[in-house]
């Protein structure tokens, strides 16, 4: 509850100071803790995640701590928000792409360190390829810090403080898993906010994500790309994420841009290239489903780079018009936020 005081003019001309009692509003905000595409480095960017924070005006839309996907980096760019790995609430996976989940195993041993409480890990279940082999959360949740066991760390840092739990940074996570269908599944909720899941198109248990709160929604889309893995086709992007994102507030979206097409011959491989969502289909599918803000993220090219992972871009580096400018021959004509490390955005708007 936030107070606020009111001046009341008195006949005579005096003043008096009343407190009013009125509702903290609700607010949102969402980070992008990491926009490199795929497993490259450039510049410093970090891997692909993003922060969603829930809360009121009392505690700076704060009370609640989401991140989504955690890749390399991750947590060296919460502590330039002041968020900590004990803060989270939950973390969620898209897919178990490096580029996504590097950042976990710094983020979950220096929870433990710090004796930080449980914390849901939400991801899909065991999924297998049509290639034969099995994509695996729970696997990778659950052994997460081997290495460290194996080092003696665990049992090092145990000696230093045993209220540290024995089994490492693992006796910390609590994996919740779903099957990913076509249509939107509540997977996760607490107090106001729900997340929900649908699946989608990149690789064998592939999610994409939606929360919704009383400040606001937003679908975090990941790598999702269509079903038809290759044109002739609508749209690069997936119709169940456009399912999932019908009247959202933000959509936050894996991008790339048509200069990295097999018609560019820049040598980047189509089968990379067309199961992700270009930047113009991006925009199009933002129009359609009303959202207001579209934040591309996970940069394929990454801004100002001459090379993607390694292969030349055609016509040299793209800057963020470049990107709107694909945006908006989609149609889109809300706002678009071409992703750096740490945009933010936040309902409503300060
Ligand atoms: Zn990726």
């Known amino acids: 509850?936030?107070?606020?005081?009111?001046?009341?003019?008195?006949?005579?001309?005096?003043?008096?100071?009343?407190?009013?009692?009125?509702?903290?509003?609700?607010?949102?905000?969402?980070?992008?803790?990491?926009?490199?595409?795929?497993?490259?480095?450039?510049?410093?960017?970090?891997?692909?995640?993003?922060?969603?924070?829930?809360?009121?005006?009392?505690?700076d839309c704060a009370a609640m701590k989401l991140q989504f996907d955690a890749g390399r980096g991750t947590n060296m760019r919460l502590s330039q928000i002041d968020v900590?790995?004990?803060?989270?609430?939950?973390?969620?996976?898209?897919?178990?792409?490096?580029?996504?989940?590097?950042?976990?195993?710094?983020?979950?041993?220096?929870?433990?360190?710090?004796?930080?409480?449980?914390?849901?890990?939400?991801?899909?279940?065991?999924?297998?390829?049509?290639?034969?082999?099995?994509?695996?959360?729970?696997?990778?949740?659950?052994?997460?810090?081997?290495?460290?066991?194996?080092?003696?760390?665990?049992?090092?840092?145990?000696?230093?403080?045993?209220?540290?739990?024995?089994?490492?940074?693992?006796?910390?996570?609590?994996v919740i898993t779903f099957d990913p269908k076509d249509e939107p599944q509540v997977v996760w909720s607490s107090g106001d906010v729900k997340v929900s899941a649908i699946r989608s198109t990149h690789t064998a248990g592939h999610a994409s994500y939606r929360v919704d709160t009383p400040a606001g929604s937003v679908v975090i889309g990941g790598d999702a790309g269509n079903d038809v893995l290759a044109p002739p086709r609508a749209s690069s992007t997936s119709d169940q994420v456009e399912k999932l994102a019908k009247g959202v507030d933000i959509i936050v979206h894996s991008t790339f841009h048509p200069v990295l097409g097999p018609d560019r011959d820049s040598g980047f491989p189509p089968l990379s290239?067309?199961?992700?969502?270009?930047?113009?289909?991006?925009?199009?599918?933002?129009k359609?489903?009303?959202?207001?803000?579209?934040m591309l993220t996970h940069l394929g090219p990454s801004?100002?780079?001459v090379i993607h992972?390694?292969?030349?871009?055609?016509?040299?580096?793209?800057t963020q018009a470049d990107y709107r400018k694909a945006v908006e021959a989609g149609g889109f004509t809300g706002n678009t936020i071409v992703g750096t490390d740490l945009a933010t955005l936040r309902l409503p708007a300060k």
């Open 1 to 59: 509850m936030k107070r606020f005081s009111i001046a009341i003019a008195l006949f005579g001309g005096m003043c008096l100071a009343v407190t009013v009692p009125a509702e903290a509003a609700p607010c949102l905000i969402v980070t992008l803790t990491g926009t490199q595409s795929g497993p490259s480095v450039f510049n410093g960017q970090a891997g692909a995640g993003t922060l969603v924070r829930y809360g009121d005006d009392s505690n």
């Open 84 to 174: 900590t790995p004990v803060q989270l609430n939950a973390i969620f996976f898209t897919h178990m792409h490096g580029d996504h989940t590097e950042g976990f195993a710094d983020i979950i041993m220096l929870r433990w360190y710090l004796k930080g409480p449980k914390i849901d890990i939400v991801c899909s279940s065991d999924a297998t390829s049509v290639l034969g082999h099995t994509n695996s959360c729970r696997k990778y949740v659950a052994h997460i810090a081997d290495a460290f066991l194996q080092s003696g760390e665990i049992a090092e840092r145990r000696s230093e403080d045993n209220a540290r739990l024995a089994g490492g940074p693992v006796d910390l996570t609590h």
């Open 273 to 286: 290239y067309y199961r992700q969502s270009l930047a113009s289909d991006l925009g199009a599918m933002a």
């Open 288 to 294: 359609r489903v009303g959202a207001k803000h579209l």
């Open 303 to 305: 801004l100002g780079a």
């Open 309 to 318: 992972n390694r292969w030349k871009v055609p016509g040299g580096p793209l």
